[in-house]
C-alpha cells in the first residue's frame, strides 16, 4: 500500500453514506408519524402539544446522526477487523486532516445548533395559549396569552407535602383536587408555604417553581377531559416523592356541579382561611 | 510469595472488605426503622389504633424532639409510627393529646375529613371543624384522604406531660375518630403542622424524621 492510498478514506465509505442515506429517508417519516404522537408530554393542553411537536422535531434530527454513528461503528468493526493476530497489534494507517471534511462536519453541526438555537426561542416564547412555564410573578404582556383576561385563575399552594388549590373567583374555595374546564385558559399562581417546591402538572406540560414569599404565574388551555397526576419536581423533604395531587379536566357543566360540590363539602373551614392574595404567606411562624 | 502479590492480595482484601463495610452501612441506614406496631382488632374488619402526641419525646438521640407514640394491643407505648392495620377495613383511632397548641400554617386542614360522617370525637363531643389556632398537631393520611386536627391542651393546663410516654392522669384531650382502609399499600401519614420547635419554620427535625411525626400506614391483607 503506498502512502498516497493511506491516506485515502476507506472505499466502504461511500457505501456507509449511500446506506445512511436510504435509512434516513425511510427512518425519519415513520418515527415522526409512528413515534411523535407517543412522546411526552401528549396532547392534553396547548402547551403539551407544543412540546410534544418540539420533541418530534428533535428526534426527527437525532435519527439520522444516531444511523449514521451506528453505521460508521459497524463498518469500522467490519473494515477494521483484525484477521491476524499479529497485524492487529500493528498502528493502521496514518490519519491526515481534509480540509473537505473539516468544512463540512463544521457546517453540518453549526447548521443543526444554529438551527435548534433559533427553534427553541421561538418555541420558548409563549405563544397564542402559553408555554406552559413559570413567567415569574408578573409576566411582561407579550408573554401573555392572547385570552389572558379571561383566564380562570387558580392558586397553587405548595406545602410539605402535599398540593392545594384555591379558587379566586369561587369565594376564594381552596381544595385538594385540582380541577379544571376543559378548553378554558386557565392562570395558575404557583407559591409555597414553606420551601421550594415545583408544581409539574405532567400531562398539561406545566412545570413552574413554588417559592415562599412569592408567585410564579404560568397560563395553560387544556383541550382533552381526562384524568392525571401532579408531582412535586423539587425535592422538597422527606416525603417529596410522595407529593401527588390529582388533576381532572371535566366539562365546563361537570365543573360547575364539582365547585358546587366543594363549596358545601369545605363550608365549615371557609371562614377560617384568609382572604385570597398571591402570595399565601399564613401565620402563625412563631414555633419555629 | 513475593512481596508484590502478598501487597496485592492484602491491597484487594482491604478494598473488598471496605466495599462490604459501605454497603451493610447503606443497607442497615436504609433498612432501619422503628419496629411496627399492630392495631389491635376489634371485631370483623374493624380494628383499634391508639397514639399520643408528646411536645418532648424526653430520652433517646433527640429528647426535646415532638413526637407520635404508638400503643400495642399489649398496652404498651412504644416509640414507633410504623402502624400495621387490615385492609377494606374501619379503622377506630384514639389519639391523647398532650401537647399544647401550635397553630396551623394551612387553615384549610382545621376541617376533619376522609372519616366516617367526616367527623371527630373531642373529649366525647363531635367536631366539624376546628379553629386553626387552636390545633396543636395533625394526622393525615394523603393519599387516603384522612386529616384530623388534633387540639392542644392549654398553656395554663397544671399538670402538662414532661416526656414520653405520658400518662391518662396528665392534661390532655382525647380524640377519636373512624376512618376506612382501601387497598393492601404503604401509605405515609404526618402531621401539617409546622411544630418542631428550634427549626426553620419549624418544618424541620421531627417534621423530617419517620418515628416521630412522620409514619408509615402499612395496610395489610388477610
Given at each position: ?16 453514506f449511500?446506506?445512511?442515506l ?5 427512518a ?19 402547551a ?14 437525532v ?5 449514521g454513528?451506528?453505521?460508521y461503528?459497524?463498518g469500522s468493526?467490519?473494515r ?16 491526515a ?7 463540512l462536519?463544521?457546517s ?30 408578573a ?6 396569552p ?5 383566564a380562570?385563575?387558580?392558586q ?5 407535602w ?17 380541577v ?5 385558559e ?68 361537570a ?16 371562614r377560617y ?9 399564613p ?5 419555629g | 510469595?513475593?512481596a508484590r502479590?502478598v ?22 441506614f ?12 376489634v371485631?370483623?374488619?374493624?380494628a383499634?389504633?391508639?397514639l ?12 426535646n ?13 412504644v416509640?414507633?409510627?410504623i402502624?400495621?392495620v387490615p385492609a377494606h ?5 384514639t ?25 371527630m370525637?373531642v ?12 390545633a ?14 388534633l ?9 402538662p406531660c ?26 405515609r401519614?404526618?402531621?401539617?403542622v ?9 418544618f ?12 408509615e400506614?402499612e395496610?395489610?391483607?388477610s
Open positions: 500500500m503506498s502512502s498516497d492510498d493511506r491516506l485515502k478514506p476507506p472505499p466502504e465509505l461511500r457505501r456507509i449511500w446506506i445512511w436510504v435509512l434516513s429517508v425511510i425519519v417519516p415513520l418515527v415522526v408519524i409512528f413515534v411523535g404522537p407517543a412522546l411526552p408530554p401528549g396532547s392534553a393542553s396547548d403539551a402539544h407544543g412540546q410534544q411537536q418540539d420533541n418530534t422535531v428533535m428526534v426527527a434530527i435519527v439520522p446522526i444516531m444511523i454513528l451506528l453505521l461503528f459497524i468493526l467490519i477494521f477487523r483484525s484477521k491476524d493476530e499479529v497485524d492487529g497489534l500493528t498502528d493502521g494507517p496514518a490519519t486532516g481534509d480540509p473537505r471534511v473539516m468544512v462536519w463544521i453540518v453541526t453549526f447548521v443543526i445548533v444554529l438551527f435548534l438555537a433559533a427553534w427553541g426561542a421561538y418555541e420558548l416564547f409563549p405563544g397564542e395559549d402559553g408555554a406552559g412555564g413559570g413567567l415569574g410573578s409576566p411582561i404582556s407579550v408573554a401573555l392572547a385570552d389572558a383576561s379571561s380562570l385563575p387558580v397553587v399552594i405548595g406545602q410539605q402535599t398540593w392545594t388549590y384555591r379558587y379566586p373567583t369561587y369565594g376564594g374555595l381552596e381544595t385538594t383536587e385540582l379544571l374546564p376543559v378548553n378554558q386557565v392562570r395558575f399562581s404557583v407559591t409555597s408555604i414553606d420551601v421550594i417546591h415545583s408544581f409539574w402538572a405532567i400531562n398539561l406540560a406545566v412545570k413552574a417553581d413554588a417559592v415562599p414569599g412569592t408567585t410564579n404565574v404560568a397560563f395553560v388551555k387544556p383541550v382533552r377531559e381526562e384524568a392525571s397526576t401532579i408531582r412535586c419536581a423539587e425535592l422538597c423533604g422527606l416525603w417529596h416523592g410522595h407529593m401527588t395531587s390529582r388533576l381532572r379536566v371535566v366539562s365546563p357543566a365543573f360547575r356541579v364539582w365547585i358546587a360540590h366543594e363549596r358545601a363539602k369545605w363550608a365549615p373551614i371557609q382561611l384568609p382572604p385570597y392574595k398571591p402570595t399565601y404567606a401565620e402563625p411562624t412563631y414555633r | 510469595m513475593s502479590r501487597g496485592t492480595i492484602l491491597a484487594a482484601v482491604l478494598v473488598l472488605g471496605g466495599g462490604v463495610a459501605i454497603g451493610l452501612y447503606v443497607a442497615l436504609l433498612e432501619a426503622s422503628p419496629p411496627p406496631v399492630q392495631a389491635a382488632i371485631g370483623p374488619h374493624q383499634a389504633l391508639e399520643q402526641t408528646v411536645a418532648e419525646v424526653g430520652h433517646g438521640e433527640n429528647p424532639w415532638v413526637s407520635y407514640y404508638s400503643r400495642t394491643p399489649g398496652h404498651k407505648w416509640h414507633s409510627t402502624l400495621r377495613a374501619l379503622i377506630h383511632v389519639v391523647y393529646q398532650y401537647d399544647s397548641a401550635t397553630g396551623l400554617r394551612n387553615p384549610l386542614w382545621g376541617q376533619p375529613r376522609g372519616l366516617v360522617g367526616n367527623v370525637f373529649n366525647g363531643v363531635p367536631v366539624k371543624v376546628l379553629k386553626p389556632e387552636l396543636s398537631h395533625t394526622f393525615a393520611i394523603p393519599e387516603l384522604g384522612v386529616s384530623v386536627p387540639p392542644g391542651v392549654s398553656e395554663e393546663a397544671k399538670n414532661s416526656y414520653a410516654p405520658c400518662t391518662l392522669a396528665e392534661a390532655h384531650n382525647t380524640i377519636t375518630f373512624t376512618f376506612r382502609t382501601g387497598d393492601p399499600g404503604k401509605y401519614w404526618q402531621c401539617f409546622p411544630c418542631a420547635a428550634g427549626f426553620i419554620f419549624g424541620g427535625g421531627p417534621m423530617q424524621s419517620i418515628g416521630y411525626m412522620d409514619g400506614l395496610v395489610q391483607g
